[in-house]
């Protein structure tokens, strides 16, 4: 079994500028995502590669072991470009360069490092044990339910429950739904072979992680993140 990793960090972001190498308790954001990454790497003798257009970027990854010759192209590094395209031209670029197949692909995502060398071996054990999923994706419990307590406006201007289901009088009675963290994704090499360009399929399973996991969106997501390492409130370690 050949296996890439992948982290993409691209250098703009308009929400907290520079967020990929902001310092979260005395470590650059990205060398989270490095470190779990090296170490799945070493165990499974699985490729590294990383795609940024940023030098900055560049120069602190090598800083932690991840060197890269690719140059994520202008066009994949805007707002409105979708990661899944992305992640295939790396991909591409790294089956040529080593000349050979890969058989999965795993990304970390740099802004939702709270994941384990654990997560990543089940996770990959779990869509192992499903051969005709394409793809897995980490996911956490959410804390509302469209069958519940969610609701969307109507054309009438009322509103009513995202998803009807019957009478559902409690959020026990209503079927599971999950967050999708952004953590970590494992696609299977068909899934690139097929043109998909999106990670949600009608081939798609979840790995629901068995820990805390949110993605570091605002300014204020660095503040109890921060707080949470410093004080080692995780239970775990990242």
């Known amino acids: 079994m050949k296996i890439l990793l992948t982290i993409c960090a691209r250098g703009g972001s308009k929400g907290i500028p520079g967020k990929n190498i902001k310092i979260l308790n005395g470590l650059p954001l990205v060398a989270y995502s490095i ?9 499974y003798k699985a ?35 979708g990661k899944i395209g992305a992640i295939k031209h790396l991909w591409e670029f790294e089956e040529k360069k080593n000349n050979y197949r890969y058989d999965y692909v795993i990304d970390m995502d740099v802004t939702s490092p709270m994941r384990t060398l654990d997560d990543l071996e089940k996770a990959l054990q779990q869509i192992e044990e ?5 793809n897995i994706f980490s996911v956490s419990p959410a804390a509302r339910n469209p069958y519940f307590n969610m609701v969307e406006e109507t054309p009438s201007g009322y509103v009513k429950v995202v998803k009807e ?3 559902i009088k409690s959020r026990q009675q209503a079927p599971a739904v999950y967050d999708m963290n952004a953590s970590f994704y494992i696609f299977r090499r068909r899934f690139f072979e097929e043109g998909h360009s999106v990670s949600t399929t009608k081939r798609s399973i979840a790995y629901v992680m068995p820990h805390l996991c949110f993605d570091l969106d605002e300014p204020h997501d660095f503040i109890i993140m921060e707080i949470m390492l410093r004080e080692n409130l995780l239970g775990f370690e990242i």
Do not use: H, V, W
């Open 35 to 43: 470190c779990t990454g090296r170490k799945f790497a070493e165990k």
């Open 47 to 81: 490729d590294f590669a990383l795609s940024t257009d940023s030098e900055s970027i560049k120069e602190i990854a090598a800083q932690y072991g991840l060197i890269t010759e690719y140059d994520r192209p202008e066009e994949m590094a805007s707002d409105t470009a």
């Open 130 to 134: 499903n051969p005709k999923a394409l």
């Open 165 to 167: 289901a019957g009478e």
